[in-house]
């Protein structure tokens, strides 16, 4: 029995040599993976991916359709804009008066417990 180590993740070459008897040499490929989990098994879960694209209201792409790539990305593209609708607060008078007088109020409850 014979321990060595810790070594870094990779594909190792043992080889013992028998001065005595037969055979003169023995020669052994060792593999050492690394302790964590995460990095085990690196490949892509094909039913994992499919089910995350599902969830995202995404959309899975395979080899093939690389190729029309454009038209899946500008359809998409077409179907976030018509969902997205965008207005700013500011073009709303009240929503500035409320803002601004909450930070008056502020202002006013600090310089009252003498904080400014």
């Known amino acids: 029995m ?8 990779g594909t190792y070459q043992v080889l013992l040599t028998n001065n005595v008897g037969r055979p003169a040499a023995l020669n052994l490929n060792v593999d050492v993976v690394s302790a964590s989990v995460e990095k085990r098994e690196l490949s ?11 969830v995202s209201d995404g959309l899975k792409v395979t080899a093939p359709d ?39 109020a502020e202002w006013w409850v600090r310089r009252r417990e003498g904080l400014v």
Do not use: H, N
């Open 44 to 54: 892509a879960d094909p039913a994992l991916m499919q089910r995350l694209a599902e």
């Open 2 to 9: 014979a321990e060595a180590g810790p070594f870094a993740p």
């Open 66 to 104: 690389v190729e029309k790539f454009d038209d899946v990305y500008r359809r998409w593209q077409e179907t976030r804009r018509m969902g997205q609708q965008e207005s700013t607060l500011w073009d709303r008078s009240w929503i500035l008066a409320v803002v601004v007088g909450l930070l008056g």
